[in-house]
């Protein structure tokens, strides 16, 4: 079964400094790969999605993330922290295979905190 | 552009009681969602629905009931509420794997 796990429930960082959010998933074939963000008291939006091409994706405001297959790893970096980052962020993960339905797996989340 | 919209955005019930989570899209998604929110715990998928008049259970269905009568509506029923069913409530629609979400409802049962 799909899971994935997301290392660190808070992270807390400086304003300019470098996010670092980590996000390892376990699934037998190479998954489709996502990260969300949700901002308070609203819904979540995707920040972007790996399918199967460059395993360097780029998103929006500034994030990236890296495919490692033999890392089985998906983490999310963004190079300067801005105060608006500030939110929590989920990973999940899509299983490849065709499906009744669009499955996706969240991770637990993570709680960005930026500090002035 | 609407999009997801959920109402209401709050509500508190007591034990026993029954209410509707109403959710609209207007993007013309097949695949439609309910998840629950709860702190350290991610999203857990209620049900969901592939097109109208076709719906299906999720991770935890035991206390809702859900209706697709057209592709634009998706309610939510709570039937009996409990403590345990106190969460933040979101419904999403979906298109090549990606989620759209509404902004939520907070519901509180006491």
């Known amino acids: 079964a799909q899971s994935v796990t997301q290392l660190g429930s808070h992270v807390s960082v400086s304003e300019g400094a470098l996010v670092l959010l980590r996000c390892n998933y376990s699934s037998s074939v190479p998954p489709y790969l996502f990260w969300y963000v949700q901002y308070p008291n609203q819904g979540l939006q995707l920040l972007l999605k790996y399918t199967s091409a460059a395993t360097l994706v780029k998103g929006i405001n500034g994030f990236e993330a890296e495919f490692k297959k033999s890392e089985t790893s998906f983490h999310l970096t963004k190079p300067s922290a801005h105060m608006s980052d500030a939110a929590e962020y989920f990973c999940a993960v899509s299983d490849r295979m065709k499906t009744s339905y669009d499955k996706v797996i969240f991770g637990p989340g993570t709680s960005l905190s930026v500090i002035p | ?110």
């Open chain 2, 1 to 110: 552009n609407a999009g997801v919209t959920q109402t209401p955005k709050f509500r508190i019930l007591k034990i026993g009681q029954s209410m509707t989570l109403q959710c609209t899209q207007d993007m013309n998604h097949n695949y439609m969602y309910w998840y629950r929110q709860d702190p350290g715990m991610g999203l857990k998928l209620i049900y969901y629905s592939v097109g109208a008049g076709i719906t299906d259970k999720g991770e935890v269905p035991n206390g809702y009931n859900v209706s697709r009568s057209t592709t634009e509506d998706f309610p939510l029923r709570l039937e009996l509420a409990a403590p345990s069913q106190t969460s933040v409530y979101f419904c999403a629609s979906s298109e090549a794997r990606e989620l759209f979400f509404g902004e939520g409802s907070r519901l509180t049962v006491l």
